[in-house]
């Protein structure tokens, strides 16, 4: 199998399963200390999403980090695949939950031109955007991820 | 180059860009048609991305249909690329505008209660429906073609 920065075993790969937990745990964080957010199914979706995402990135980066640490390499076609399936089922969750709860925070800032929600529209926004921040992270894995698969 | 049901050329790609086509310009004509759309920026972004689909998935049909009258292989490595672009950047907008006007919707119809828009509430509906069966068929050309350019 190909071997480059990124793949699994690779300093790049853990750094990256890092930033999607720091990411998606500041954005389930930001949501859910916001009052009133179980009023609104995406944000509640958000939550979901972003805790499926820390708990599988950081499984991943264990794993990376014991590969680093011992010099193994994971280039296994069976574990590539698990990885492949895990990723984009997050990556593509991870996007829809972004862009729903994206959807809705547009509404109440734009459309409705003001949050009548006080304090906690901040952090409406910032869960948000800490969700997206952790979407563009998990996509590049899932793509370097397919790659390796698909070259074999 | 790999060649099985869905790559460039092939009837299944053709059927997958025709569906592509139907699903997105159904859901254009769908929120296009629905009085008040335009003061929901998810809505907006709907239509925008819902075009932008109908428009790419029409010229590669086009594409499909020429090779496939011609019997010819569309498997040059450099258009494999052009497809993968357009296909990845298109699908990941539609998953991105289907969500996001999801979001909306369901939070007009389910966090609110009801919905206060009448007729167009069911238009809302049919659109968002539309839009997320046209990302699914551009999901799967999106990986068809990146597999074939990754495995050579």
């Known amino acids: 199998m190909l071997d480059f920065p990124g793949t699994p075993g ?3 790969a853990f750094v990256l399963r890092i930033l999607q937990c720091v990411f998606a745990a500041g954005s389930v964080a930001s949501m859910a200390t916001a009052v009133g957010f179980y009023n609104f199914t995406a944000f509640c979706y958000v939550i979901a999403s972003m805790g499926l995402q820390v708990t599988w990135s950081f499984m991943l980066a264990l794993l990376d980090a014991y590969a680093l640490l011992r010099k193994k390499m994971l280039h296994n076609p069976i574990l590539v695949s698990l990885f492949v399936v895990g990723d ?4 593509t969750l991870s996007l829809a939950a972004a862009s729903a709860s994206g959807g809705v925070a547009v509404l109440f800032f734009s459309n409705l031109g003001h949050c009548s929600f006080g304090d906690e529209c901040r952090k409406f926004q910032i869960s948000v955007v800490l969700a997206f921040l952790s979407w563009i ?3 590049i894995s899932a793509l370097i991820m397919l790659w390796i698969l698909a070259a074999g």
Do not use: D, F, K
């Not at 984009?88 to 990556?91: K, L, S």
């Open 10 to 12: 690779t300093l790049t």
């Open 88 to 91: 984009w089922v997050t990556a």
């Open 137 to 139: 992270t998990i996509a």
